[in-house]
């Protein structure tokens, strides 16, 4: 594990010699933009794999890839399976080193090193077998073309997840679709939008959080009850009406961890400026261990309706949808209800050189890091350590105050078991900047829940997760992140004869992404 993490970390810290170039840049004029374009690469690939049994398995992947230099990125993806195996709910989560450099006229060459956690099986027992401890390395180099406005091409890649059944390497291919955006510096958060970024942002985005009902029809796995799902989703609009997404779904009750992604297409009806119906089309792979949860390979196709009643940028949503996997036998009915938060197109420059949009610039933290859990304890007994990957996103809105949110997953075994993950919810104070202005601190408290990678008779509840950390200065954009807390299931100090208990403590380090965005 020594190993892992070293590599984690060198991931997060990679190219930070770039970054200290421009650490001192002088303040623009105030008449001058506040905003910048940035850009990124969104990369879908796709990779038919033979397991060591002989078995035939796949993963379907999807990473954003954001540039230190002109030829390498840094980022983040997650994959899973769709049309080989019976491994439906199978998923890896993992942080990607990508170099990327233009041979000649329209031939692009690129290699890539991705480090994380990967887990899933057929049956809980086979967690083993499949998934081994659950780090997961994936190593891949070729050749890609550009079409024009996309880039398609083929890797070699080598994919293994340590002591495990995945162990292999074979052709890829991928397709990758530059993107680009206004952002702030980090350094001007709290400042107003002027005339000069009327124009900030062409195409309306939507940002959503919904809890969604899933009932199962004629379910033939060992679950056959209800499932309550935590559902964020991106959406973003190509015009006035159209929209592509990408959306997650995370078992919050019923079957905890059950998990999906997907994204597709949707098309928005607006009745009355306030009321609209939105319905959408979505593509993707999600389940749970496959006899319990039968979803079969993964494949799932998700046709769902939304209602909307807006004021100002916030919109309540209730929905209805339906959700199947046609390799599978799973069919599920969902209702849900839930807030979508809308950025919303900037005014066109052509209304005047005084139009001003009504925006302000929010702080926005990506930390992407390795967290060490150590002195960890399960029912009072003492257990192996673990490392997560984790990814936590910070919106400040207010000069101090920030809400948060994090997804960590493990890459070694949690009680014989691989799949350990985390997610969770909170708020924290962030204080100035200080020591030359290259370090802030930060004090953040979060509640979520885990999966302990087994059954749900096991669960150990809700947890609580305060932390201390600072962030040290590279760039206006770039920082090392650093973070000690401590995790504790709240059952044991609120529930009597509570008996499933966990607690541990945490360092993290790595790295962060931050700038600002129009609010």
């Excluded at 290259?438 to 932390?467: C, E, H, K, T, W």
């Amino acid at each position: 594990m020594h190993k892992v993490h070293a590599a984690l970390v060198c991931l997060a810290c990679s190219g930070q010699a770039v970054f200290a170039e421009g650490a001192d840049q002088a303040p623009s004029p105030a008449e001058q933009s506040l905003l910048e374009d940035a850009s990124g690469i969104l990369m879908f690939d796709y990779q038919s794999l033979t397991l060591t049994t002989g078995e035939k398995f796949d993963l379907h992947g999807v990473q954003y890839l954001h540039p230190l230099t002109d030829w390498l990125y840094f980022g983040a993806g997650l994959s899973g399976p769709m049309l080989h195996g019976d491994y439906g709910g199978f998923f890896t989560a993992a942080a990607t080193l990508h170099a990327q450099q233009r041979l000649f006229g329209n031939w692009y060459v690129d290699a890539g090193l991705s480090v994380g956690a990967g887990a899933g099986g057929s049956s809980v027992q086979n967690i083993k077998v499949l998934s081994g401890d659950g780090t997961y390395v994936r190593k891949y180099a070729g050749l890609g073309y550009d079409m024009g406005g996309y880039i398609l091409g083929v890797n070699y890649s080598d994919v293994a997840i340590a002591n495990s059944q995945i162990d292999g390497a074979s052709f890829s291919f991928f397709v990758q679709k530059p993107i680009s955006y206004s952002i702030g510096s980090y350094g001007d958060s709290g400042r107003a939008l002027g005339a000069v970024d009327a124009d900030y942002r062409a195409h309306e985005s939507i940002v959503s959080f919904d809890y969604n009902h899933v009932t199962q029809i004629n379910p033939t796995g060992k679950y056959g009850g209800d499932i309550g799902l935590v559902s964020p989703q991106y959406s973003q609009f190509i015009d006035d009406d159209t929209y592509w997404f990408l959306g997650l779904d995370l078992g919050y009750s019923g079957l905890i961890w059950y998990n999906q992604a997907q994204g597709g297409f949707g098309r928005r009806l607006s009745l009355t400026p306030n009321f609209h119906l939105y319905g959408q089309l979505g593509l993707g792979t999600g389940g749970w261990v496959t006899d319990t949860f039968d979803t079969g390979p993964g494949l799932v196709i998700y046709p769902k309706v939304k209602a909307e009643l807006r004021q100002g940028r916030i919109g309540a949503t209730a929905s209805a949808g339906y959700y199947w996997a046609p390799m599978g036998t799973s069919k599920n009915w969902t209702i849900g209800a839930g807030l979508n938060y809308h950025f919303d197109a900037g005014t066109p420059a052509a209304s005047g050189p005084d139009t001003a949009p009504d925006s302000t610039l929010r702080g926005i933290r990506l930390n992407l890091f390795d967290r060490y859990a150590f002195a960890v304890e399960s029912n009072g007994q003492k257990i192996d350590n673990l490392n997560l990957v984790a990814l936590q996103a910070d919106y400040a809105f207010d000069d101090h105050w920030y809400v948060t949110a994090q997804i960590a997953a493990a890459t070694n075994q949690f009680k014989g078991y691989a799949g350990y993950v985390e997610g969770l919810v909170g708020i924290g104070w962030q204080s100035d900047m200080f020591f030359s202005d290259r370090l802030q601190g930060f004090a953040q408290v979060m509640y979520g829940m885990n999966d302990i990678g087994i059954d749900a008779a096991r669960d150990v509840g809700a947890l609580l997760y305060p932390s201390v950390g600072l962030n040290y200065s590279l760039s206006d954009n770039y920082a090392i992140y650093g973070q000690f807390g401590k995790t504790a299931s709240l059952g044991q100090y609120l529930e009597p004869n509570f008996t499933n208990s966990f607690e541990n403590l945490t360092v993290g380090l790595g790295l962060t992404y931050r700038f600002s965005s129009p609010d």
